[in-house]
């Protein structure tokens, strides 16, 4: 934990003045409060990873493995032969700088190695030493570095500094994607037993329960059975939430947090008033208890082990689609890798909205849709009654969460829902949202409390913006569609710009939703009273 957490007047003040030292130097200090701690070997051990010790970045040995650089460089040219994608990062960059002001822990934090062009240079640096003949022949002009202890440190310092947020490609002339270059380096960490363990608890216990938070089936039924007791207290309907049903059209797969942590949950509440109300026929799936997938920010291999349970149980249950809910980082694996690891899911249809008829062909291969497009696709064809009133206590901003707005396009849907449900909406300025959204800072596992210092500083531009219309328009709500944004903004909110709260896109739809036979709407589904006015126009 950061034992001196600054004031935010004092973390603003940051210094962009480059260091003395040569950028090649390696020697990084893990100051409390700027990186996390490392994954407990139990955990290693669950999943089969190598080298399980008890150890943290902090200490001078890191226990590796005595042929580690040779498990290293083994592991970058198995990459560099499966991954084109990855050598063509290594060889084209031509330092143009174009990326360079565009991280967000670069803005927040003036450390120049949180560039994203530098932050790749940490691995190419190795490439050019180890893989290229100007490199091995000489070595200093080539700007290549030979693989010692302290470089493995500082790559471990640094790509766990970057979120996988992806928005430096978008400003990349040759589509360098860093993130990519991330995802590699964290990989190569792997093979040597260095990871975090704010990553890796999860993967296990997802491994273990299909879900991140070690759910088990009857605590997962027990969850869902709470969330339609308390609707029926607040609508008056008792909805169905079947779980497990063979033949269902639909799997509907959620994040656990929807289930579990609040803001979420009013989202998930958004979900089942919305699933009644136009009579879905779909089942939840206790083994698919989790739509997130922190294999993500692990390895390739880990993606694909924990993703395979989505197919498996649409398969098992005989649906013949599916839908997902508000997730990040879920819709990045979904959209970017299901198809080609997982699939090919010849055995579903191409989903077909029951109410609309709308076919979805951008779904033609994953046979799965995001919850926004399919709400989207309802209210643009009328099939809802709505009452945005009901939202009147919110000025509303949208927060584009990185991976739905830039690994699968999806500007638009969110935007409409929110239009169509809320009376007060307000875009942040345009360099910050939409593919060029700002990352809450806290993405790909490090939304943790020993880092908080540095989740603060990678959140700064975020809130930078949100604090713009929050003191311009007296915006006091920030919705979003990711899990991660809604567990790591309220914390990043509550310290750069109080008074804004956060909230999934769901549960302003559910706020506004009008159920046929529902009792009068007294309260929100933060359980809140509306304003008497409000409360007597919905009576
Ligand atoms: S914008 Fe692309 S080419 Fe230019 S420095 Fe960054 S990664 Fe290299
Ligand atoms: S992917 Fe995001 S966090 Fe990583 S270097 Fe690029 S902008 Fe920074």
Redo the contacts with the bound molecule.
């Keep these: 934990m950061a034992e001196h957490i600054p004031k935010p007047e004092e973390l603003a003040q940051i210094d962009y003045r480059p260091p003395k030292k040569d950028w090649r130097d390696p020697g990084v200090e893990f100051r409390k409060g700027f990186f996390c701690y490392s994954a407990a070997p139990k955990n290693l051990e669950y999943l089969g990873l190598p080298n399980p010790r008890k150890w943290q970045p902090y200490d001078e040995d890191w226990k590796l493995p005595p042929n580690w650089q040779q498990i290293i460089l083994e592991g970058m040219r198995e990459r560099l032969q499966k991954y084109r994608s990855f050598r063509l990062?290594m060889d084209?960059?031509?330092?143009?700088?174009?990326?360079?002001d565009k991280c967000h822990f670069y803005i927040g934090s003036g450390d120049p190695k949180n560039m994203?062009?530098l932050r790749?240079e940490l691995i190419r640096s190795v490439y050019r030493r180890y893989f290229t003949t100007a490199g091995r022949l000489f070595p200093w002009l080539a700007g290549a570095r030979d693989l010692t202890v302290d470089v493995l440190k500082e790559w471990f310092y640094y790509f766990y500094q970057c979120t996988e947020c992806r928005r430096?490609s978008v400003?990349?002339?040759?589509?360098?994607d860093?993130a990519e270059v991330t995802m590699i380096g964290r990989e190569l960490l792997t093979l040597v037993g260095c990871n975090i363990n704010w990553v890796l608890e999860p993967v296990a216990n997802c491994f273990r329960t299909g879900n991140h938070l070690g759910i088990q089936p009857h605590g997962f039924k027990d969850s869902i059975d709470f969330a339609v007791d308390e609707l029926a207290e607040t609508t008056g309907i008792r909805v169905e939430a079947p779980i497990n049903r063979k033949g269902a059209e639909v799997l509907f797969i959620v994040p656990s947090a929807d289930y579990f942590g609040t803001p979420h949950y009013f989202s998930l509440l958004g979900y089942l008033m919305l699933f009644h109300e136009i009579g879905l026929d779909y089942t939840l799936s206790a083994f698919a208890s989790e739509g997130g997938n922190f294999g993500l920010f692990t390895s390739h291999e880990m993606i694909k082990r924990l993703n395979a349970k989505v197919y498996a149980e649409a398969k098992r249950l005989k649906v013949k689609w599916i839908i997902g809910a508000e997730c990040g980082h879920m819709w990045r694996v979904l959209h970017q890798y299901m198809d080609t690891m997982n699939g090919p899911a010849d055995f579903l249809e191409v989903p077909v909205s029951p109410i609309t008829g709308t076919r979805f062909e951008n779904a033609r291969s994953t046979k799965m849709i995001h919850i926004c497009e399919f709400t989207a696709d309802l209210i643009h064809q009328g099939k809802l009654r709505l009452d945005p009133s009901r939202n009147d206590h919110w000025t509303v901003t949208f927060h584009d969460s990185c991976n739905p707005s830039r690994a699968m396009g999806l500007l638009e849907e969110p935007r409409h829902i929110l239009k169509t449900v809320c009376n007060h909406f307000r875009e942040m300025p345009e360099s910050t949202i939409r593919e060029q959204t700002f990352c809450c800072g806290s993405g790909s596992g490090l939304g943790t409390d020993e880092n908080f210092e540095m989740r603060m500083r990678g959140g700064f531009p975020r809130a930078n913006a949100v604090r713009y219309v929050r003191d311009r328009f007296g915006v006091n709500l920030l919705a979003c569609i990711c899990a991660i944004d809604k567990a790591t903004l309220p914390p990043l909110l509550e310290y750069w710009v109080p008074g804004v709260e956060v909230a999934g896109v769901h549960e302003l739809l559910g706020n506004a939703l009008i159920m046929r036979g529902q009792k009068e709407r007294a309260t929100d589904l933060r359980g809140e009273a509306l304003k008497r006015e409000e409360a007597q126009a919905h009576a």
């Design positions: 990062f084209i960059c031509v330092r143009c700088g174009a990326c360079a994203p062009v790749a430096c400003f990349c002339p040759y589509g360098i860093t």
